[in-house]
């Protein structure tokens, strides 16, 4: 007897586009700061588009209207994913239901939030060490998350959509290290392969990643379509 479908028929995830703080940590990759806190004018969970991150909002939304139309959209909470997926609907010429999902939210960086490297060896010493001993995935900063902390969110809520979603299309709007565990967790990857990812593909600012249930390959599984697409 063939098993039913518990997958939606598609997962679509698509990282937000562009806010100051991006910025700011391009421009510390580039040119490390003697500064010991990065200056931001709000909490990381209010920071909104740059006009730069609007456009790129708007593009994929473009990108995303040639898609089979989705069912749902689900988006983080954060503003920054809130106004990107109000930009991609404006674009896809209907209007999904949309949900905000604290599950999808930001990793948390627990005391190390708007330190530079700088700033954490001079105020947490005993913690960069730390950091540097255990590693960036399983490090786990006081008050913040690990990955596998994020990955047990995610992994709840890939059961949320099985349930209410078998079936849909869906689209996400999230942020880069919840994309990543997405696909650590429907790939079952390794934390060699998931840093691999990390290390030498930065995600951009809107770009579009997605899953498909692929029944003659996969039987009930989501499969990667593609990775990172911003045109």
Known sequence: MEEEQRWPSSLVL?????????????????????????????????????????????????????????????????????QTADE?????????????????????????????????????????????????????????????????RIHSFLGTIIRKYSKKRILVVTHSIIILLFRKLLEHLSEKELLDIHDNEDLKNCSISSFIFDKEKNKNKLILKEWNRVK
């Open 88 to 152: 991609i609907i404006k674009e896809l010429g209907y209007k999904p239901k949309i949900y905000f999902e604290e599950r999808t939210r930001e990793k948390d960086f627990g005391v190390f939030d708007r330190y530079t490297k700088e700033g954490k060896k001079r105020y947490w010493p005993e913690e960069y060490d730390r950091e540097k001993w255990e590693g960036k995935y399983y490090y786990r900063p006081p008050g913040g998350e690990n990955y596998p902390d994020v990955a047990l």
């Open 14 to 82: 698509v990282r937000h586009g562009e806010t100051s703080l991006n910025l700011i940590k391009e421009r510390l990759k580039k040119k490390p700061t003697k500064d010991l806190i990065i200056k931001t004018p709000c909490r990381d969970m209010d920071l909104p588009l740059t006009k730069k991150g609007i456009k790129q909002a708007k593009s994929a939304g473009r990108l995303l209207k040639k898609y089979p139309k989705f069912d749902v959209i689900i988006t983080s909470p954060y503003t920054r994913t809130k």
